[in-house]
């Protein structure tokens, strides 16, 4: 059976990857690599944070006792993550230079190391504590995840 | 569903977690002056009392210093525990280690005798409160990851450490009588490969695939490899302490010297089994940004590499140069793998520290982690490290030409490290208090 865990962790694990070919375009100054993989990421980023929002949190929140707990936390992250990548994305659409890429790698850097611990916190933490809170009804969870296909 | 004591917050705060990582390159500063002063004589045996004082201020000042601000850091996001009382709880452990540290060291280094069970005293109450606190909340998690188990298995190694170590500070002070066996090499074992090491290896399982994109190490490492560290270890200790529980069996009484030659080589083996996976790991990442903490882990799997094939080595040679060799492989340990490996963390952790909890008030434009602290002067540090960990063979071997040369580049490199946190920490101080001060401001009007 299908846990929470080991599909939300595939996502992140799919979302990182393309994060770094998403970095490696940045770097070798490849615009149109830049763009496929800046698009690519802000989309499957954009649809795991969605089905978090929309599908397991409030499914979490509804066993657990409302949203003052883990959830909100996560939810304030993603705000994070969000405002961040705008950022990345508007800098490297904008036209690379020397400087811009200078301060890319610099928000590339940080927004890594945000979206690691956030990842560490759900994969640790959130979504073992999902996978016992919902039990039974876990599958419907991950199937109505899975239709959510845009952000 | 019971969610008490769950925090997935990014807690604790600030300054209660930064000061054990400012704190830690002090100690190195402090080893560094010894060794240029005075460290012509100190690599000539195991227990010359200078060496024992430099090793602890290593040890504990900064080894000691800087794990536990990680473990401290790491507790929230890899357990969702939070500490209670944090500002105190940090204020208590990082006060008492730090003067415990300091007048440990200084009371072997400068023959000062008398300090010495005031520092034992609060070495033991930082090291107590923050192992107590931390295994009972790691013990009541339900679901436990390789990393939480390493981290448990390295906590608890902690423990054995300090037992061991306020035995033999009663001993040396003639409180009570020594046992006649080889207490400090269980000792040093216990503190290197099982406190500090498992615990690398354990936070290696997680960091090197999260944050370098590469695949997992080895499931059958991750489960297997820390735990039987940890048994070999008691084992070592078992058979090292055989001579004191009167046992009358014949092979282990004969074979007790080769079993304990055997565990040891076995531990070499797999630490050396470690470096060459990580090495490989961080080859096969996906991630091309250039990283100069990289540098610092390249390095210390290398030298940890070259450290536990010269002690294995060791453990069949019996020419003249045994105990320089011996030192060799401790020091190469010491400096080159742990020191390295903390060394490059630091360097994560402090930065994205300052900037995630500047982000966290909601300032607008908080400068990225590289805006911190500038690549290029954490290469120069790192090519000043490098430098001191190429000099160490020809200062073991030269002492009174090599101690100056080692001594000034530990020097640098440490007061470089200092400084470049001490950097990132100022920038954080200064926007943090425009932000308070214009928080301040309408409240005032």
């Excluded at chain 2, 002056?33 to 195991?46: D, P, Q, T, W, Y």
Aim: contains cysteine; charged residues 15%; proline residues 3%.
């Amino acid at each position: 059976m299908e846990t929470i865990q080991n599909y939300m962790t595939t996502e992140h694990k799919s979302c990182d990857s393309t994060y770094a070919h998403f970095e490696e375009s940045i770097l070798d100054d490849d615009l149109n690599g830049t763009k496929e993989y800046g698009k690519k990421f802000s989309d499957e980023m954009g649809i795991h944070l969605k089905r978090e929002e929309e599908v397991l949190f409030p499914a979490f929140e509804e066993v657990s006792g409302g949203q003052m707990g883990p959830t909100q936390v996560m939810r304030m992250e993603h705000t994070q993550i969000r405002e961040m990548l705008k950022k990345i994305e508007e800098l490297a659409n904008s036209g690379i230079t020397k400087e811009s890429k200078k301060k890319l790698i610099g928000l590339l850097e940080t927004l890594m190391i945000l979206m690691q611990q956030h990842n560490m916190k759900e994969e640790q933490i959130l979504y073992p504590m999902a996978d016992r809170a919902l039990q039974a009804n876990c599958e419907n969870i991950i199937t109505s995840m899975k239709q959510i296909q845009h952000v | 569903m019971d969610m008490s004591g769950l925090s997935l917050d990014q807690a604790p705060p600030y300054n209660s977690v930064q000061r054990f990582f400012i704190t830690a390159p002090i100690f190195s500063m402090l080893v560094s002056l010894v060794i240029a002063f005075n460290g012509e004589h100190i690599f000539f045996s195991f227990i010359n009392i200078r060496l024992i004082g430099i090793i602890h201020w290593m040890t504990l000042g900064f080894i000691t210093m800087s794990m536990m601000g990680a473990v401290m850091q790491m507790l929230p996001v890899l357990a969702g525990v939070k500490i209670k009382n944090p500002v105190f709880f940090s204020t208590v452990i990082h006060s008492s280690l730090s003067v415990g540290a300091l007048l440990f060291g200084a009371s072997y280094i400068f023959q000062m005798k008398q300090w010495l069970i005031f520092a034992g005293i609060l070495i033991t109450i930082s090291m107590s409160l923050f192992s107590v606190q931390i295994l009972y909340r790691l013990a009541i998690l339900k679901n436990k990851s390789h990393t939480i188990s390493a981290m448990q298995m390295s906590i608890a190694s902690l423990t054995v450490v300090l037992c061991l170590g306020f035995y033999m500070l009663l001993w040396h002070l003639n409180v009570i009588k020594g046992a006649g066996i080889d207490i400090h090499s269980v000792h040093y074992f216990w503190a290197f490969t099982g406190w500090v090491g498992i615990l690398i290896m354990g936070v290696s399982f997680q960091v090197i695939p999260m944050f370098y994109v590469s695949p997992e190490y080895p499931q059958l490492f991750r489960k297997n490899v820390p735990a039987l560290i940890f048994i070999l270890l008691i084992l070592y200790a078992i058979m090292t302490f055989l001579p004191l529980f009167e046992i009358n069996d014949l092979f282990l009484i004969n074979e007790n010297v080769y079993i304990r030659k055997a565990i040891r080589i076995t531990i070499y083996f797999l630490f050396a089994l470690f470096s060459i996976i990580t090495i490989k790991q961080i080859q096969r990442r996906k991630r091309k940004l250039p990283d100069p903490a990289l540098l610092f882990w390249y390095t210390s799997m290398i030298v940890l590499f070259l450290s536990t094939t010269l002690a294995t080595t060791a453990e069949f040679y019996r020419g003249g140069y045994f105990i320089k060799i011996i030192l060799l492989t401790g020091i190469t340990f010491l400096f080159g793998f742990i020191f390295s490996v903390i060394n490059g963390m630091l360097y994560k952790i402090v930065p994205f520290l300052s900037w995630f909890h500047l982000a966290s008030k909601g300032i607008f434009d908080v400068p990225t982690m590289k805006d911190m602290l500038d690549d290029v002067r954490i290469k120069i540090q790192f090519i000043f490290h490098l430098l001191f960990l190429l000099s160490l063979p020809y200062y073991l071997f030269y002492p009174h030409a090599g101690h100056l040369v080692s001594g000034t580049l530990l020097f640098i490199s440490s007061f470089l490290l200092w400084l470049n946190l001490y950097t990132v920490i100022r920038k954080y101080s200064r926007i943090n208090n425009k932000y308070l001060l214009n928080k301040a401001k309408p409240a005032a009007t």
